[in-house]
């Protein structure tokens, strides 16, 4: 579930797009730890929405702090590229994790 959250937030999807990308695309699939093509969902697009309400806002600093330990300072750019579009884009701003919290819920 956490990777699908972190696909949905990096590709700027709703849950029940992530969803269908996960589906259709293998490298998504690679990303959540699979070795083999899938042609099932890896689940309904409403346990995106109760596994974000279980963590909630302390669980998703966590995770968002994890990120930043493994991946160090392109976790906050990665973040930042996924929330801008073009027509917004301002590269001198990294997001808190409160901003990034209500973007994914």
């Not at 699979?34 to 409403?46: D, N, R």
């Not at 702090?65 to 884009?89: D, E, F």
Request: hydrophobic letters at 40%; proline letters at 4%.
């Amino acid at each position: 579930m956490v990777r699908l959250l972190i696909l949905k937030q990096l590709e700027n999807l709703s849950d029940e797009q992530v969803i269908l990308q996960w589906k259709r695309n293998p490298y998504y699939q690679a990303f959540c730890g699979l070795s083999e093509f899938q042609q099932s969902l890896p689940c309904h697009s409403t346990e995106l929405v109760k596994f974000r309400q279980r963590i909630g806002q302390d669980g998703f600093e966590r995770i968002f702090q994890m990120s930043i330990t493994l991946h160090g300072r392109l976790a906050p750019i990665l973040a930042l590229y996924s929330r801008v579009n073009s027509s917004q884009r301002n590269e001198s701003h990294i997001p808190d994790v409160q901003s990034l919290y209500f973007d994914i819920f």
